[in-house]
């Protein structure tokens, strides 16, 4: 069964740093794109970062370039989302997903799997 799993979120101050991960089940990251994602409440899903096969291509929203970094595990067929300098504007339910090919995408709808989401929150 493919399954993706997030964990790392939580309550951090501003300012503060999150590691989130991104393990899958069932299936190899190799061959394909990962991508993270979030959703606040009341907002659309927005893409965050996102990976490609072979980690030598990695994109960024505006929103979080030179705080974030995405890199992949692929002999721990994981996926890591570094956040630092965390903002409160940063809160959201954080997902990740696996593409369909092998080309990093900030479009959702390149992504057929997800998976359940895990929270952060930036709040003193």
């Known amino acids: 069964q493919v399954q993706l799993v997030e964990s790392g979120g939580g309550l951090v101050q501003p300012g503060g740093s999150l590691r989130l991960s991104c393990t899958a089940s069932?299936?190899?990251?190799?061959?394909?794109?990962i991508g993270w994602f979030r959703q606040a409440p009341g907002k659309e899903r927005e893409g965050v970062s996102s990976?490609?096969?072979?980690?030598?291509?990695?994109l960024y929203a505006d929103s979080v370039k030179g705080r974030f970094t995405i890199s992949r595990d692929n002999a721990k067929n994981t996926v890591n989302l570094q956040m630092d300098s965390l903002k409160p504007e940063d809160t959201a339910v954080y997902y990740c997903?696996?593409?369909?090919?092998?080309?990093?995408?900030?479009?959702?709808?390149?992504?057929?799997?997800w998976g359940q989401g895990t929270q952060v929150t930036v709040s003193s």
């Open positions: 997903a696996r593409s369909r090919t092998v080309i990093a995408s900030m479009d959702p709808n390149r992504y057929n799997y």
């Open positions: 990976i490609s096969s072979s980690g030598s291509s990695k």
């Open positions: 069932g299936f190899s990251l190799d061959p394909y794109a």
